[in-house]
T-cell receptor, first 114, second 114 residues
Protein backbone atom coordinates (compact mmCIF):
# COMPACT_ATOMS: atom_id res chain seq x y z
CA UNK A 1 0.00 0.00 0.00
CA UNK A 2 1.17 3.53 -0.69
CA UNK A 3 1.66 5.91 2.20
CA UNK A 4 0.91 9.60 2.47
CA UNK A 5 2.77 11.72 -0.05
CA UNK A 6 3.17 15.49 0.11
CA UNK A 7 4.38 17.98 -2.43
CA UNK A 8 6.47 19.98 -2.72
CA UNK A 9 9.03 18.96 -0.12
CA UNK A 10 10.44 22.45 0.24
CA UNK A 11 9.52 25.89 -0.97
CA UNK A 12 10.35 29.50 -0.32
CA UNK A 13 7.76 32.26 -0.58
CA UNK A 14 7.74 35.98 -0.02
CA UNK A 15 5.61 37.61 2.66
CA UNK A 16 2.17 38.46 1.27
CA UNK A 17 2.18 35.70 -1.34
CA UNK A 18 -0.14 32.72 -1.50
CA UNK A 19 0.86 29.05 -1.36
CA UNK A 20 -0.81 25.71 -2.07
CA UNK A 21 0.44 22.50 -0.52
CA UNK A 22 -0.73 19.09 -1.70
CA UNK A 23 -1.30 15.75 -0.05
CA UNK A 24 -2.23 12.31 -1.36
CA UNK A 25 -3.75 10.17 1.35
CA UNK A 26 -2.93 6.55 2.03
CA UNK A 27 -4.95 4.06 0.05
CA UNK A 28 -8.26 3.32 1.79
CA UNK A 29 -8.18 6.41 3.99
CA UNK A 30 -11.04 8.92 3.75
CA UNK A 31 -9.93 11.46 6.34
CA UNK A 32 -7.15 14.00 5.95
CA UNK A 33 -5.75 16.31 8.60
CA UNK A 34 -3.22 19.12 8.31
CA UNK A 35 -0.77 20.16 11.01
CA UNK A 36 1.71 23.01 11.33
CA UNK A 37 4.96 22.28 13.12
CA UNK A 38 7.03 25.33 13.93
CA UNK A 39 10.70 24.83 14.69
CA UNK A 40 11.21 23.21 18.09
CA UNK A 41 7.51 22.65 18.73
CA UNK A 42 4.97 19.89 18.47
CA UNK A 43 2.56 19.79 15.55
CA UNK A 44 -0.52 22.02 15.85
CA UNK A 45 -3.83 20.98 14.31
CA UNK A 46 -5.01 23.20 11.45
CA UNK A 47 -8.09 21.37 10.15
CA UNK A 48 -9.48 18.03 9.12
CA UNK A 49 -11.52 16.88 6.14
CA UNK A 50 -13.78 13.86 6.04
CA UNK A 51 -15.41 12.89 2.76
CA UNK A 52 -14.75 16.33 1.25
CA UNK A 53 -16.23 18.27 4.19
CA UNK A 54 -14.31 20.15 6.86
CA UNK A 55 -15.16 18.50 10.18
CA UNK A 56 -12.78 20.17 12.59
CA UNK A 57 -10.63 23.26 12.74
CA UNK A 58 -7.90 24.43 15.05
CA UNK A 59 -7.01 27.95 16.12
CA UNK A 60 -5.87 29.21 12.73
CA UNK A 61 -7.11 32.30 10.86
CA UNK A 62 -9.37 32.06 7.79
CA UNK A 63 -6.44 32.69 5.46
CA UNK A 64 -5.66 29.03 6.07
CA UNK A 65 -8.10 27.07 3.94
CA UNK A 66 -8.33 23.62 2.47
CA UNK A 67 -10.00 21.23 0.11
CA UNK A 68 -10.50 17.52 -0.11
CA UNK A 69 -11.15 15.91 -3.46
CA UNK A 70 -13.28 12.85 -4.35
CA UNK A 71 -10.15 10.67 -4.37
CA UNK A 72 -9.51 11.92 -0.79
CA UNK A 73 -6.39 13.85 -1.72
CA UNK A 74 -6.20 17.31 -0.20
CA UNK A 75 -4.81 20.81 -0.53
CA UNK A 76 -3.84 23.37 2.06
CA UNK A 77 -3.94 26.97 0.90
CA UNK A 78 -2.44 29.85 2.82
CA UNK A 79 -3.09 33.43 1.69
CA UNK A 80 -1.23 36.60 2.64
CA UNK A 81 1.77 34.71 3.96
CA UNK A 82 3.43 35.99 7.12
CA UNK A 83 6.92 35.31 8.39
CA UNK A 84 5.45 33.24 11.26
CA UNK A 85 3.93 30.86 8.72
CA UNK A 86 7.39 29.42 8.19
CA UNK A 87 7.09 25.84 9.40
CA UNK A 88 6.89 22.19 8.47
CA UNK A 89 3.38 21.39 7.26
CA UNK A 90 2.32 17.82 7.84
CA UNK A 91 -0.54 15.97 6.27
CA UNK A 92 -2.01 12.90 7.95
CA UNK A 93 -4.60 10.47 6.68
CA UNK A 94 -6.77 8.02 8.56
CA UNK A 95 -9.88 5.88 8.35
CA UNK A 96 -13.15 7.41 9.53
CA UNK A 97 -11.86 9.98 11.97
CA UNK A 98 -8.66 8.25 12.91
CA UNK A 99 -8.73 8.66 16.65
CA UNK A 100 -9.01 4.97 17.31
CA UNK A 101 -7.05 3.74 14.32
CA UNK A 102 -4.19 6.17 14.26
CA UNK A 103 -2.98 8.57 11.66
CA UNK A 104 -0.40 8.04 8.94
CA UNK A 105 1.76 11.09 8.35
CA UNK A 106 3.55 12.27 5.26
CA UNK A 107 7.10 13.59 5.29
CA UNK A 108 5.90 17.16 5.24
CA UNK A 109 6.44 20.34 3.26
CA UNK A 110 9.01 22.76 4.63
CA UNK A 111 7.72 26.30 3.96
CA UNK A 112 10.01 29.27 4.41
CA UNK A 113 8.54 32.76 4.21
CA UNK A 114 11.02 35.56 3.64
CA UNK B 1 -5.32 23.83 29.60
CA UNK B 2 -2.38 21.64 28.65
CA UNK B 3 -3.74 18.34 27.32
CA UNK B 4 -0.43 16.52 27.00
CA UNK B 5 2.70 17.13 29.04
CA UNK B 6 6.03 15.58 28.16
CA UNK B 7 8.45 15.88 31.03
CA UNK B 8 11.93 16.70 29.81
CA UNK B 9 12.53 18.39 26.48
CA UNK B 10 15.85 16.55 26.20
CA UNK B 11 16.79 13.10 27.48
CA UNK B 12 20.26 11.60 27.17
CA UNK B 13 21.04 7.91 27.69
CA UNK B 14 24.00 5.66 27.00
CA UNK B 15 23.76 2.99 24.35
CA UNK B 16 22.32 -0.14 25.94
CA UNK B 17 20.67 1.74 28.80
CA UNK B 18 16.97 1.95 29.58
CA UNK B 19 14.98 4.59 27.71
CA UNK B 20 12.14 6.25 29.62
CA UNK B 21 10.20 9.12 28.07
CA UNK B 22 7.41 10.54 30.16
CA UNK B 23 3.95 11.60 29.06
CA UNK B 24 1.00 12.73 31.15
CA UNK B 25 -2.40 13.70 29.82
CA UNK B 26 -5.37 15.57 31.16
CA UNK B 27 -8.75 14.17 30.28
CA UNK B 28 -12.00 13.38 32.05
CA UNK B 29 -12.27 10.10 30.17
CA UNK B 30 -9.50 7.79 29.01
CA UNK B 31 -8.42 9.09 25.62
CA UNK B 32 -6.71 7.37 22.77
CA UNK B 33 -2.97 7.76 23.20
CA UNK B 34 -0.14 7.64 20.72
CA UNK B 35 3.61 7.88 20.56
CA UNK B 36 5.23 9.14 17.38
CA UNK B 37 8.89 9.42 16.44
CA UNK B 38 10.35 12.06 14.16
CA UNK B 39 13.80 11.79 12.63
CA UNK B 40 15.49 14.98 11.36
CA UNK B 41 13.79 16.50 8.35
CA UNK B 42 11.17 13.78 8.24
CA UNK B 43 7.50 13.35 9.08
CA UNK B 44 6.04 11.47 12.04
CA UNK B 45 6.12 7.71 12.34
CA UNK B 46 3.69 5.90 14.63
CA UNK B 47 5.48 3.87 17.30
CA UNK B 48 2.45 2.58 19.16
CA UNK B 49 -1.09 3.42 20.22
CA UNK B 50 -3.45 2.76 23.11
CA UNK B 51 -7.10 2.38 22.15
CA UNK B 52 -8.69 1.01 25.36
CA UNK B 53 -7.55 -2.57 24.92
CA UNK B 54 -4.51 -3.91 26.82
CA UNK B 55 -2.89 -1.31 29.07
CA UNK B 56 0.61 -2.44 28.10
CA UNK B 57 1.12 -1.64 24.47
CA UNK B 58 4.00 -2.96 22.40
CA UNK B 59 5.18 -1.02 19.40
CA UNK B 60 7.82 -1.08 16.75
CA UNK B 61 11.59 -1.05 17.27
CA UNK B 62 11.31 -2.60 20.76
CA UNK B 63 9.35 0.26 22.32
CA UNK B 64 6.42 -0.19 24.64
CA UNK B 65 4.19 2.02 26.76
CA UNK B 66 1.87 1.44 29.69
CA UNK B 67 -1.40 3.25 30.18
CA UNK B 68 -1.95 4.08 33.86
CA UNK B 69 -5.33 5.66 34.41
CA UNK B 70 -4.69 6.44 38.09
CA UNK B 71 -1.59 8.40 37.16
CA UNK B 72 -2.96 9.75 33.83
CA UNK B 73 0.30 8.64 32.30
CA UNK B 74 1.48 6.88 29.16
CA UNK B 75 5.25 6.65 29.49
CA UNK B 76 7.35 5.20 26.67
CA UNK B 77 10.11 2.72 27.45
CA UNK B 78 12.72 0.62 25.72
CA UNK B 79 14.95 -1.76 27.67
CA UNK B 80 18.13 -1.10 25.71
CA UNK B 81 18.82 2.05 23.71
CA UNK B 82 20.39 1.89 20.27
CA UNK B 83 22.15 4.67 18.45
CA UNK B 84 19.42 4.61 15.82
CA UNK B 85 16.84 5.57 18.48
CA UNK B 86 18.18 9.13 18.56
CA UNK B 87 15.25 11.25 17.39
CA UNK B 88 12.42 13.41 18.70
CA UNK B 89 9.46 11.66 20.30
CA UNK B 90 5.96 13.04 20.55
CA UNK B 91 3.14 11.87 22.77
CA UNK B 92 -0.34 12.63 21.46
CA UNK B 93 -3.94 12.20 22.54
CA UNK B 94 -7.14 11.95 20.58
CA UNK B 95 -10.80 11.12 21.06
CA UNK B 96 -14.20 12.71 21.29
CA UNK B 97 -13.08 15.13 24.01
CA UNK B 98 -10.47 16.50 21.61
CA UNK B 99 -12.73 16.92 18.62
CA UNK B 100 -11.32 13.91 16.84
CA UNK B 101 -7.95 15.53 16.28
CA UNK B 102 -4.51 14.73 17.57
CA UNK B 103 -3.19 16.98 20.31
CA UNK B 104 0.57 16.72 20.66
CA UNK B 105 2.95 17.30 23.48
CA UNK B 106 5.95 19.55 22.96
CA UNK B 107 8.24 16.62 22.22
CA UNK B 108 11.30 15.05 23.81
CA UNK B 109 14.62 14.87 21.99
CA UNK B 110 16.39 11.61 22.78
CA UNK B 111 20.16 11.55 22.56
CA UNK B 112 22.00 8.24 22.68
CA UNK B 113 25.65 8.32 23.72
CA UNK B 114 28.11 5.69 22.60
Amino acid sequence: ETGVTQSPTHLIKTRGQQVTLRCSSQSGHNTVSWYQQALGQGPQFIFQYYREEENGRGNFPPRFSGLQFPNYSSELNVNALELDDSALYLCASSSSGGHNYGYTFGSGTRLTVV
Amino acid sequence: AQSVTQLGSHVSVSEGALVLLRCNYSSSVPPYLFWYVQYPNQGLQLLLKYTSAATLVKGINGFEAEFKKSETSFHLTKPSAHMSDAAEYFCAVSGMEYGNKLVFGAGTILRVKS
